[in-house]
């Protein structure tokens, strides 16, 4: 098992409950955008929100995002190591920012700073921006992105700071997985995963699934970001249809649905798009099945806590395995629909 890093008013490691991150796109300096989906990303069950810090202006309106947010902020910086030090300052609950950047006085006044704000580091390696060496070493491979990540962590180390959390991520599946699973086998720090630059809608959504899918279910990984081009709020929601799917978490809904066939006589993907619009913002752990026919409908949905199988003429409702009423098609879909209402209350 991991360690257990305090990242704010949450725990990352340890066993806790995997987090869900996302990062704001909007510009920083801009209050009002970034403000908006700071309470957006909230809104749709972010636990950790990063944000992009650049300059000194950033640090002044950041502090009043940290102020007003109810989450942790993440503060991300690229090579100014006084940017790190300001944000631990200030009261981010962590900085992303990698050792290797930086001169050792510089990276000594970021642990300074980060030990007395009780500012934890991620150490954030890619697979597009190894050190030469490495590179020359092994090529980018597991052994260069982890050998990498060790680095980064004995330096923090030797200056006897622990409050760490790793990611090693790359664009390539198999490599992303393969590193983290070399990574899981030599540290006990958390892990944040994710398929750095996944892409845009479902290929993104593809590939993300299958790298943190797969390492969650071997026992791998603390915190997530699913990495989509686009709107945020999409990241968060991807990220918990994840976790559900996997069962590791139960506070979101779930439809399943048959990909239907010519026994399917109703409109089924439009009762889906409907029951996917009542259960947008619902945060009840509920199991709602849409099928194509009555003949494997219940039965296959059997554990669905209301289900809707259409006939021809006729469609029945069932609940948890169990038929309810038949109706005809019309008057069954209003009624399942009022249930659904119901359950979501």
């Known amino acids: 098992m991991s360690k257990k890093i305090k990242v704010g008013n949450i725990y990352i490691g340890g066993g806790e409950r995997i987090s869900v991150q996302s990062m704001t796109n909007t510009d920083t300096a801009d209050y009002d955008s970034t403000s908006a989906q700071i309470k957006q990303l909230v809104n749709a069950g972010c636990d950790i929100v ?81 050190e030469k060496e490495l590179k020359s070493k092994y090529g980018v491979s597991p052994e260069s992105l982890t050998e990498s990540a060790l680095k980064s962590v004995n330096i923090l180390e030797k200056m006897n700071f622990n409050d760490i959390i790793i990611s090693v991520k790359a664009s390539d599946v198999k490599l992303m997985i393969d590193s983290y699973k070399l990574l899981a086998s030599k540290t006990d720090y958390p892990l944040h995963l994710g398929v750095t630059e996944s ?64 026994r399917c006589f109703y409109d089924l993907e439009a009762m889906v798009l409907k029951c996917k619009e009542l259960l947008n913002n619902c945060n009840k752990k509920l199991k709602i099945a849409v099928m194509g026919c009555v003949v494997n409908g219940p039965g296959e949905a059997e554990d669905a806590d209301i289900g809707i199988a259409g006939g021809k003429e006729k469609a029945v409702l069932f609940s948890k395995g169990k038929l309810i009423e038949t109706l005809p098609v019309k008057e069954a879909e209003e009624k399942f629909l009022n249930m659904l209402s119901s359950l979501i209350g």
Not at 51 to 72: F, G, H, Q, W
Not at 225 to 252: C, F, H, M, Q, W
């Open 50 to 130: 990063r944000l992009a810090v650049r300059d000194m202006n950033d640090i002044e309106i950041c502090k009043r995002y940290i102020s007003e947010s109810t989450i942790p902020l993440v503060a991300d910086i690229q090579f100014d190591y006084r940017l790190a030090v300001a944000s631990a300052d200030i009261g981010f609950s962590k900085i992303r920012f990698n050792p290797g950047n930086t001169s050792l006085t510089g990276l000594s006044e970021v642990v300074s700073s980060c030990k007395a704000n009780s500012c934890p580091i991620r150490i954030g390696i890619n697979a597009g921006s190894l």
């Open 199 to 262: 892409g845009y809608g479902m290929d993104g959504l593809i590939k993300s699934s299958i790298g943190i899918g797969s390492l969650l279910l071997d026992g791998i990984g603390d915190t997530i970001r699913v990495y989509l081009t686009g709107d945020p709020v999409l990241e968060v929601k991807a990220a918990l249809s994840l976790l559900n799917s996997i069962g590791l978490r139960n506070d979101r809904a779930e439809i399943v649905s048959c990909p239907t066939c010519a």
